[in-house]
DNA sequence: GCATCACCGAGAGCACTGCTCTCGCCGACG
DNA sequence: CGTCGGCGAGAGCAGTGCTCTCGGTGATGC
């Protein structure tokens, strides 16, 4: 059972990642300080080592509840029982709201990776999550019979491993459509990055007009269209 | 007329920014230090300032000169008398490969922006190279009657200043297919990046294979298509 | 119940960073 | 030939990540 001292521990863990998550949200990654949680916390700075070992390990953590987050929000945007066209704008939009409500962490995930740091094991399974939100719309349709029949199957494209992330298995899908897929899934985070990175600047006069077009576009793209 | 002061500084502000980009190819952007190319020339690091005012500075020439980098070999991957779908898949795959060869100058144009850095009006000329490009295989195509002529014309959401960058005037292009262009641009770095900063790492085989085809369905969303 | 041991916070310290200021030197220009 | 502006060097400030050592204290074994 957990003594008293686990609690707390557990306790000053989480206030420690709260208040880096708050810091990290007004000055970015590379302007987190470890030193300044801990004055913020009131503690001297080489006590927070007890908790986090490095600034490295610190970010890990961020960046896993990250990933968490905006999985979250893409899947409870998806409505299970929508039209398969309207469950992938709606994850789209999920996706480019909560990168717009937290700019830094979206950063941290889909930007420039941290030299010399690669991720660890652990933030696989949490950075999935949005792609398998967009792969469970994909498959369902699937199965309901909403995507057009190939005419000759391709294989050989997709690692088996990612297969069911993809969508699962389906007479309607093979690995020309699921390579589509992660085109669509690496584009919808190219638009949403180039437009809080600011590349969009000066380009388009209706921002929220032109990611819904581009977003069934790419719906489009594997097969899934409005009609159908 | 230039004086051999003038020369010298030129010169010494090059080798800076030369040092400066053989450094960030090694540690990369956060780890650029002005005091170890201050080292590395076997100045005082206080002198380096008489150069570069701040370190976001340096940066900046780093940035223009890395979006020229990439820019060039965008242009120079295009040869204008090959059909469009051909010029369009050689520029993105030029694309890939610079951004292969130089990561993290690539992280520095296209991944998370510094913050409390927005990008100086210098920059844009430069940033917008790699887009005029594919916007003239674009615009090329539509000229030669190439692209399939639009029922209805859309207007009123690319902004007036992006249209002779996207391809010019044609009645062949209209809106719609000015904002495809835009998706299929941000979806070709959203591709490049998602491989780059390993977000694709366990789902794909063969990754050359997959960017080809991947692109090849980006042209074919604006029009170009491998026959035509 | 007491001794022990592990954990925990604090402080000092190391090596490093960006940046500023002041000091002499020296080349260019009037 | 004198003056003035640029230029390099050095010291210094404030800040960083991280390490180590030192007491205190809670949890555990006998």
Redesign the pocket.
Known sequence: MP???DR??AE?TAEIADLARAQLATVGAPG?????VA?EL??????V???F????ELLTRLIIDAYDAIGAAAESADDPTAPPAARWLAVCRAVRRWAQDHPHEYALLYGSPVPGYSAPRDTVPSAVRVGAVLGRVLGDAARAGLLPETAHRTTGLVEPAAVDLLGGDDPALDDAVRGRALLAWSSLFGVVSFELFGQFTGAVTDADRFFDDAMTDLAGLVGLHPAG
């Not at 987190?32 to 300044?36: F, G, I």
């Not at 009131?42 to 006590?47: F, K, L, Q, V």
């Open positions: 003594t008293a001292r707390a521990r000053l987190l300080s470890l030193r300044a004055r009131g503690m001297a700075s080489s006590a080592y007890r908790y070992p490095s600034r490295d």
